[in-house]
């Protein structure tokens, strides 16, 4: 890994508020730009910075290149009494998964389940945020979305499944976090790769191929190759499993036809699929919170290996990281303000300090 280099914090508050200037500058309304802004705004507090602020420069360019319309509202159909359809019209993911959620979660208040299908939608960054609005609101979640290609399936040796991450939650109980699962079905996701490369940082040899299919700690020869998925055929199954129900289900783009946030030729054209439950379906919500409790002391009481200090319990360690940060704000590398600050300049909006 590249040496240490300074960190510049910023406060959650001065970013969201930076970002959704930009957005607006750029034809966003402002609830849609402080939807994405949130949404970024989170993954950067909890410690996922492969997708936080620092996706605007190339979310911008995607709206300068005309390939994401910023003005587009998703539009929302009702197809039976738990079930609906958002149809993204090519704007910002955020906001067209954050009605589906929304819309899931108001469903399963009155019906138990909320089933909402997207299409014609762009990248929403981290899943996390959306199990995150059902966990707010007292409900179960589940959160998939495709992606473009960027993993072989397995036995194969060109990109064609997404890195697209397999998301769900459930709220916690009296002592316990909520259950936050957000993970790709790679070994890591590409965003960290970015990431490296942003940041001058080599990757771990295990992450991703190069063209030539041979390992490597280059983050710009691995974005030009291939990543690698998490446990063989089980990750790879994974990806295609997300492209079943976010991309083959919703009539968006699949297998293989998603365009990625960094290729400013054509939509995105993703799809997701979002799931909210009720967690008193089956047992009352006094037993159900109890029942999550013991889970949690069961999972981060169980006796730990040789060399491990603690147990955590899926997504413990960004609540951790969120808290800490909400306190002292997040760190970033002087290259990553100035990116974002050219924006600024590009569109007269006061500058990220
Ligand atoms: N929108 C997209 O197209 C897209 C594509 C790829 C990835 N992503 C995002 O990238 C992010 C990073 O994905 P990732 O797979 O690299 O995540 P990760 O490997 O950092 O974490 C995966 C999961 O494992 C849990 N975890 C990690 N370390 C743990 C530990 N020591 N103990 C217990 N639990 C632990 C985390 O809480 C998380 O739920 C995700 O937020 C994902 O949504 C988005």
Known sequence: MAQEETKITVKHTAAEEFVVALLEAAGVSQKNAKIVAQGLVQADLRGV???????????LARIRNGV???????????????????????????PAAHLAMDTAITMAQTFGIGMVSVKHSNHFGMSAWIVRQAADAGMMSLVFTNSSPALPVWGGKSQLMGVSPIA?????????????LDMAPSVAARGK???ALRRGEKIPQDWALDEDGKPTDDPAKALKGVMLPM????????????DVFS????????????????DMSKPGDVGHFIVAIKPDLFVSLDEFRQRMDT?????????????????????????LTERNRLE??????????????TEAEKLCVPKLQ
């Open 49 to 59: 910075e492969s997708h936080g602020i620092n996706r605007i420069p190339s979310y």
């Open 68 to 94: 994401l319309d910023p003005k587009a509202e998703p539009a929302l159909t009702q197809v039976t009494p738990v079930v609906a359809q958002v149809d993204g019209n090519n704007g910002f993911g955020f």
């Open 168 to 180: 769900c939650g459930a709220p916690g109980g009296e002592t316990s976090l909520p259950f936050i």
């Open 193 to 195: 790769i970015y990431k």
């Open 231 to 242: 446990g063989g055929p089980k990750g790879s199954a994974l990806a295609i499993m997300m």
């Open 247 to 262: 991309g083959v289900l919703s009539g968006s783009a699949f297998a293989g036809g998603v365009t990625g946030p960094y």
């Open 295 to 319: 889970l949690y002391q069961r999972v981060t009481g169980s006796d730990k290996m040789e060399g491990v200090d603690r147990i955590y319990f899926p997504g413990e360690i960004e609540q």
């Open 328 to 341: 002292e704000g997040i760190p970033f590398v002087q290259a990553e303000i100035d990116a974002l600050n």
